[in-house]
């Protein structure tokens, strides 16, 4: 089983659309989520941290469910520029018990907007 | 401004012929972690610095190695690159302590 496996995709979908990923984790103890983007052949990008609470950034707004290690990020209005791999990351614990742990991603997910 | 660098951003090399990979950064943090990308996969971490302090992947190829000379400077090494090793390599740091991860902008290697 994967750490953290996110839905395959591809998504294709047009400008103005609502869209959602989804993301589950295997590991208990990871400790912070996050959603990264990254473009083509470029280096992740944070995108939003992910609390229990759930939050929000603009058209963005992302979900933790502990319980079920269940990670949601959902894109309201969605736009020309928002056409990207999404990668749902976990920061694990590292093993020898330190504070910095490490990220584990998702293979991430394809979406692309059309106009 | 540029606070994780990444040298270069493309590098060709040929099958079997070491190679080098380098990131620096202004930022002062402790840990120092390399990542590999290969086409349409997730980031896999290959190892991590805490200062010196060298921590490996239980996976990975004793064909990878580092170096961390001091603070700023972390040294990706392939000794015998093969061609199943051509993937985008990224950098990223963080502080002990602190929440986020800064990532270089990546070497996109080569072999050939």
């Known amino acids: 089983r994967k750490e953290v496996e996110q839905d395959p995709g591809p998504f294709n979908v047009p400008e103005g659309a609502t869209v959602a990923f989804n993301c589950t984790y295997s590991?208990?103890?990871?400790?912070?989520f996050f959603w990264y983007r990254q473009d083509c052949r470029k280096e992740p990008k944070l995108l939003m941290s992910?609390?229990?609470s759930g939050n929000e950034d603009g058209r963005f707004t992302a979900q933790l469910n502990r319980a079920s290690q269940y990670i949601s990020l959902l894109i309201r209005d969605s736009k020309l520029s928002d056409s990207a791999t999404y990668l749902c990351?976990?920061?694990?614990?590292?093993?020898?018990?330190?504070?910095?742990?490490?990220?584990?991603f998702g293979q991430g997910t394809i979406l692309t907007v059309h106009p | 401004d540029a606070m994780v660098i990444q040298n270069p951003r493309y590098q060709v090399t040929q099958f079997g012929k070491p190679v080098t990979l380098s990131c620096s950064q202004t930022?002062?943090?402790?840990?120092m972690y390399w990542y590999q990308q290969k086409s349409s996969q997730a980031p896999k971490l290959l190892f991590h610095?805490?200062?010196?302090?060298?921590?490996n992947e239980a996976d990975t190829p004793d064909n990878f190695q580092s170096r961390r000379p001091n603070t700023s400077f972390c040294f990706l090494d392939i000794r015998s690159p093969g061609l199943g090793d051509a993937a985008m390599y990224l950098c990223?740091?963080?502080?002990?302590?602190?929440?986020?991860?800064?990532f270089g902008s990546g070497t996109r290697l080569t072999v050939v």
């Open positions: 990223a740091t963080r502080a002990t302590g602190g929440y986020g991860y800064t």
């Open positions: 590991n208990s103890a990871s400790q912070s």
């Open positions: 992910v609390y229990s």
């Open positions: 990351v976990v920061n694990e614990p590292w093993t020898g018990g330190t504070s910095y742990g490490k990220l584990t």
């Open positions: 930022l002062n943090h402790n840990v």
């Open positions: 610095y805490y200062d010196k302090d060298f921590n």
